[in-house]
């Protein structure tokens, strides 16, 4: 009981810490344009949190559990280690911005994966907490943790899900009964994803990678890298053109 107060303590400290990161990196940050299918979406500025702890649970150790099938930089994969190209994606399941993105971009990096040119990186954080009355940037990142550990098969379509029924910002998000209910619709195990989502089984992953991302310079989603340059716009054309140029530099 003590070591679990000491941790959320050491958490509680480094939402601090980022809380006047994301201060600067507002003043900064203010102009990420988007045109096309996604017209000129604005930046999300991490609004100062790193989330660490459900309040509600306050009188409970937060599990260290780390979920099975998470690949490197905590990245959940879809395509061959062997594309030449690799595209990184940060992403709040709350973020609407994020929805937008894939929307736009979706089928076109799915096609690039099936043509085996390009692997495409997740790294979902839970930055938006404070958008919804019941923390659901870290309740959707527990459930996405629960179907990677155990039908990481199931994943993408969850996450697409996910994002085809997000929740508007302010009000409450998905409840933990339907986070479960999109989890079996894209083929995981119930009864494993609904343990885990009741118990909040990675929760303290999603403070972990969250708090990852903040230390990797990310401070806004989406954020997007194509060979670790970040990509500026967002929509359809400016992906396909970042890809295309890396794809004729790797030939």
Not at 103 to 124: F, I, W
Not at 143 to 165: I, K, R
Not at 187 to 203: N, Q
């Amino acid at each position: 009981m003590a070591s679990g107060r000491s941790t959320r303590d050491a958490r509680q400290a480094k939402v601090a810490e980022m809380r006047a990161q994301a201060a600067k990196a507002e003043a900064r940050r203010r102009n990420l344009l988007i045109s096309g299918i996604v017209a000129a979406l604005a930046v999300v500025i991490v609004v100062g949190f790193v989330v660490v702890q459900n309040a509600s649970r306050d009188d409970k150790s937060v599990s260290d559990a780390t979920p099975a099938n998470i690949g490197t930089d905590n990245s959940i994969v879809d395509g061959e280690d062997s594309a030449p190209v690799k595209v990184v994606v940060y992403e709040d399941f709350q973020c609407p911005y994020c929805a937008q993105f894939e929307a736009a971009n979706r089928e076109q990096l799915a096609q690039y994966v099936k043509d085996g040119d390009v692997q495409v990186q997740y790294r979902p954080i839970a930055f938006l907490d404070r958008a919804s009355t019941d923390d659901y940037s870290t309740r959707s990142l527990n459930a996405v943790a629960a179907v990677v550990n155990s039908s990481p098969d199931a994943f993408l379509e969850f996450h697409n899900l996910l994002f085809e029924n997000q929740p508007e910002e302010g009000g409450a998000g998905l409840t933990d009964d339907q986070l479960v209910d999109y989890a079996v619709q894209a083929g995981a195990d119930e009864a494993t994803v609904k343990t885990a989502v009741d118990d909040m089984t990675y929760e303290g992953w999603t403070a972990d990678v969250t708090d990852a991302a903040s230390q990797a310079g990310v401070s806004g989603t989406p954020t997007v890298k194509i060979n670790d340059t970040a990509l500026e716009s967002l929509d359809a054309a400016s992906l396909k053109t970042a890809v295309d140029k890396a794809l004729a530099a790797a030939k």
